[in-house]
């Protein structure tokens, strides 16, 4: 086992001083996906996965760790919330290298852990608290949090809703982490004159303010219709794991909206990092706030 973890710890090393992060996320982002795909294709799209079978999957399972490496500290039927305490190859690669595991796992690990989870339910959330992670605590904090897509798309109709009645073009967005929303707008191009003001780009800008962190990992942009690439370059940038839309770019244009044909998820395939697009959430209560 000693041998074991030396040689993951050199292997991180080596991949650490000779790639970049987003080239090692995607990798590891594959092997996840892969793994899931070869040993529990049965379960994707099937029955309803708590945050406690979640947790089971990711820690014990894939990770091979034990329930006291990881124990759970506090548990809902919507959240798990655990201490790592196992001995992590990432941790010792990072002391050994004089790098921040703030950085090196948020850029690693915390995109690629989501694309794990989703092969479950895209509606479970990995979160990782950055002040409570080794070796700037005794422990890393971190927690599967079930977020319902509908009740957070819901808040963004209301956003769009709030943009007609103001005299705008009708587009809503929030942006969440785990079980907090971080940010709510909607498109003010026209009562602000400035023609860069749609949802995604107001939602985002708050976020960024309210969490005082232009780094979005973990967060999911929720939007009533699918960003334009603009606006999907900018989710890119801010680092927000997942794009959550209702009303596609296609439907809207032949509603008469002038759209730019580019969808989300074809910035999101040509983007440098892991970024997950989903569309259809609520797509009837979406779609009738643009015929």
């Not at 050199?10 to 996840?32: F, G, M, N, P």
């Not at 990995?126 to 904090?141: G, K, L, N, Q, T």
């Not at 498109?187 to 780094?215: C, K, Q, W």
Request: net charge negative.
């Amino acid at each position: 086992m000693v041998n074991d973890f030396n040689r993951d710890v050199e292997r991180l090393v080596q991949r650490v001083t000779t790639q970049t992060y987003q080239a090692i996320e995607a990798d590891v982002a594959a092997k996840r996906i892969a793994w899931f795909d070869r040993v529990h294709a049965e379960r994707q799209g099937g029955t309803p996965v708590t945050p406690r079978q979640a947790y089971e999957l990711l820690l014990l399972e894939y990770l091979g760790l034990s329930e006291d490496e990881v124990p759970v500290m506090l548990e809902t039927d919507r959240k798990i919330v655990w201490r790592s305490y196992n001995p992590c190859p990432t941790l010792e690669a990072c002391i050994r290298l004089g790098l921040d595991t703030r950085e090196v796992c948020r850029a690693v690990y915390e995109r690629s852990t989501q694309a794990l989870l989703s092969r479950l339910d895209p509606q479970l959330r990995f979160v990782r608290s950055y002040d409570e992670i080794r070796p700037h605590a005794d422990y890393c904090e971190e927690a599967i949090v079930w977020v319902d897509f509908d009740q957070m798309m819901r808040c963004a109709v209301a956003e769009a809703r709030q943009s007609i009645s103001e005299g705008n073009k009708g587009y809503g967005a929030v942006v969440v982490r785990g079980d907090h929303v971080l940010a709510e707008g909607h498109d003010t191009a026209i009562t602000d004159g400035d023609p860069s003001l749609h949802a995604e780009f107001n939602a985002i800008r708050r976020a960024v303010r309210t969490s005082r962190d232009d780094s979005l990992y973990g967060a999911v942009l929720f939007s009533t219709c699918e960003p334009c690439p603009m606006c999907s370059s900018l989710a890119v940038w801010a680092n927000v794991t997942s794009i959550v839309y209702g009303a596609s770019i296609e439907e809207t244009a032949r509603a008469g909206r002038k759209r730019i044909r580019i969808g989300a998820n074809e910035v999101a395939d040509r983007s440098p990092g892991v970024i997950e697009v989903v569309g259809g959430v609520l797509p009837d209560e979406c779609c009738s706030l643009y015929i």
